[in-house]
């Protein structure tokens, strides 16, 4: 039985005036994927979340969401989305209980139980007017809105950038919380790598609107390798060449190469040849990321 994808993304292209912010994205999202989006500021992230749920409209190709053009969500289908993002559009006039009681009204399937909890988690007081709050507090009641309903996908668009780390800590264990449920998608931006890495099982990495990376992360992890080289004979020639080499930082007697899916044996016998030491070493996630965004 063949599971319709969550989010499907065809060719999708978009423009503003004559910069491309998307090209030619293609992507499949399954049900019950947690999907970290990340690139540089000025890649394309948010544009794709509002392509995802209609906000924006594709100048080429298309966005399907729940097996529906993204364009024409009905109300039914909207309700299962939840988002969050870095600019919160609360009304500042209004207290935090009367902004909880709005949003609620919208949703049937609004958990009042998990709002209670979440402000009081949160430490947001029901009276306080809205446009009382610090930036970071209206980020948490924007976490709130956007999760209470328990929506079946939940977009979330750098959550965390305002938060102190005890309360960021609260909130990675609220999605560790949400992600026990087998067919809720996730998607979550975030330049907090160390955060990210933490939950998400799939990477997406979008750099000049183009997509340069979507698989697991753990199959990720097993293609980047380090190798430390130190002569065993003076200055280390500069001219190195290693099965898969990405990156070459040289220092003297010294180097640190980064690999890409090398065969094991022949960087040994590579290696060999250069008469020096060598440690070799998975690479850390935040360095597979500036590799694949930067190639250093």
Known sequence: MTTQ???KIS???????SNHALLDI??????GSVVGVLGPNGCGKTTIFKHI??????????VETFGTNAAHLA???????????????????LTVRETVDFTQAHYPNWDKDLAKRLLDDFKLNDNSNVG??????????????GVSHRPELLILDEPAASLDPVVRQDFLDLLMELIQEPNRTILISSHILTDVQ???????IIDEGMVHCFQDLD???????SVTLRSLSGVLKTDIQLTGLKHLDHQGASAMVKLHNPDAEQVKREVADLNCQAKISRLEFEDIYRLIVSGK
């Open 5 to 7: 994808p969550v989010i």
């Open 75 to 93: 109300p039914s289908q909207l309700e299962k989305i939840g988002y969050v993002s870095q600019q919160s559009e609360l009304l500042d006039w």
């Open 11 to 17: 060719n999708l292209s978009k423009d503003f005036k």
């Open 219 to 225: 199959d990720l992890r097993e293609e980047y390798f």
């Open 26 to 31: 293609n992507l499949e999202i399954t049900p």
């Open 198 to 204: 933490k939950i998400i099982d799939k990477v997406l």
């Open 132 to 145: 009382s709050l610090s930036v970071g507090q209206k980020q948490r009641l924007s976490i709130v809105l």
């Open 53 to 62: 749920i209609g906000l924006l409209q594709p100048s080429r190709g298309g």
